[in-house]
């Protein structure tokens, strides 16, 4: 890659590389970005590079690597007080643990980044995070855990179309049924 180019111009070809599905080069592109950041002192861009090449890193397999990034990121995004990209980092590292079936780690990231994405007001970034945990506990057969989180899931979101107002009441239901009628 042109060492030539910004980091701006670095993070938008990374970004095209990523969605051509060049995972490797894209990888390599977002290193040289968030360098170029952390040399700019941008560490919002320098975090948001961070999240990308560790979502790379999971999705290639590199677990370890991938936490190290990610949490990195976490960090940078606490410490200039961006609770939104944080949140997502967070998401990301919620995905990465249900992976390896490190499931309460998962729940731990997961309800964090609904916390965050809920004081940022992102009711609908906070649904899919929700609706994430609820599909990790239906996977492990908790029933109850997934039925509350899915309920949770659809009060957050800001609107519901009819077949989700459905699927909230029989989830209320079950959930009625499930924990004794309380």
Known sequence: MNSSLSPQDLKDEGMRLFQQGKRR???????????????QEDMGNQAEM?????????VQGESETAVATLTQAAALFNQIGDASRQAQTL????????SQKKYTDAARHYSNAAAQFAQSNEKEKQAQVLRALS???????????????????????????????????????ANRLLSGGQ
Do not use: C, H, T
């Open 91 to 98: 998401g990301n590292l919620g995905d990465l643990y249900a």
């Open 135 to 173: 599909l990790m506990e239906l996977r492990r057969g908790q029933w109850l855990a997934a039925i509350m989180r899915m309920e949770e899931s659809l009060q957050a979101r800001p609107r519901l179309s009819i077949p989700q107002r459905l699927f909230k009441w029989l989830l209320r239901f």
């Open 25 to 39: 080069e894209a990888l390599a592109v977002f290193e040289q970005a968030a360098e170029q950041f952390a040399v």
């Open 50 to 58: 961070l999240n990308n090449i560790g979502v790379i890193q999971r």
